[in-house]
């Protein structure tokens, strides 16, 4: 089966700074995909980005982007220009590219964000 | 486009009730998700409907059920409530055949708390 793990479960960085966020992850399989979903305290989950394992070129959205290892099975998310409205939850999340496989979540990283 | 809507948003039972949660989908979307998320084990898959079929379950009790109706909404009932049932339950969709149906869309959740 396979698993994520984020060895980190607190972080906390400087507004305007940039911060990284780690994510390894276990899997047998080569065609997958992989994300990270932000959750706002007591606010909906929403995904942050998303990344196909058959694709070198590590994907970015505007201030975030990953680095995609896939050879180490590593997924980090780095956030750029920190703001206050990043803090958050963000849980690395797994899926294999069978059909009707879920997501495989990792424990999540508390980011706080420090005026 | 209007995102997944869950209902309702909180829910207050006692142990041995039974409860029932609804999710709508996002418009054109035929594939519903549950997850249970807990500070303790953190977000873990229910199951998964597509076209009012279970494709894929999680390792959870029988007490645990869900359904899919033509429109593709889906409910998910718990029976006989048992203390540690308490939890945000979330609802995810994810498009078919559609560019990035892999990703999945959560709804607010569901904040059930039983007595």
């Known amino acids: 089966a396979q698993t994520v793990t984020q060895s980190q479960p607190e972080m906390s960085v400087q507004e305007a700074e940039t911060v990284t966020l780690s994510c390894t992850y276990d899997?047998?399989?080569?065609?997958?995909?992989l994300f990270w979903y932000k959750q706002p305290p007591s606010r909906q989950m929403i995904l942050v980005i998303r990344?196909?394992?058959?694709?070198?070129q590590n994907a970015t959205e505007n201030r975030f982007s990953v680095n995609f290892q896939k050879a180490a099975k590593s997924f980090s998310l780095k956030i750029s220009d920190s703001q206050l409205g990043d803090a958050a939850m963000y849980f690395c999340?797994?899926?294999?590219?069978?059909?009707?496989?879920?997501?495989?979540f990792g424990k999540g990283t508390r980011l706080s964000v420090i005026a | 486009k209007a995102g997944v809507t869950q209902t309702p948003r909180y829910l207050i039972k006692t142990r041995g009730q039974q409860v029932t949660l609804s999710c709508s989908p996002i418009?054109?979307?035929?594939?519903v998700s549950w997850y249970q998320q807990t500070p303790g084990q953190g977000l873990q898959f229910l199951f998964e409907?597509?076209?009012?079929?279970?494709?894929n379950k999680g390792n959870f009790p029988g007490r645990f059920s869900g359904r899919q109706f033509s429109n593709s909404r889906s409910e998910m009932n718990v029976s006989t409530l048992e203390l540690g049932d308490s939890a945000l339950y979330l609802c995810?969709?994810?498009?078919?055949?559609?560019?990035?149906?892999?990703?999945?869309?959560f709804g607010p959740g569901t904040r059930l708390t039983v007595l």
């Open positions: 995810a969709s994810r498009g078919r055949g559609y560019s990035g149906s892999d990703t999945q869309y």
């Open positions: 409907y597509f076209s009012e079929t279970q494709r």
């Open positions: 999340a797994y899926r294999s590219a069978q059909r009707n496989t879920p997501l495989v």
């Open positions: 899997t047998s399989e080569s065609d997958y995909y």
């Open positions: 418009s054109g979307h035929r594939s």
């Open positions: 990344q196909e394992a058959y694709k070198q």
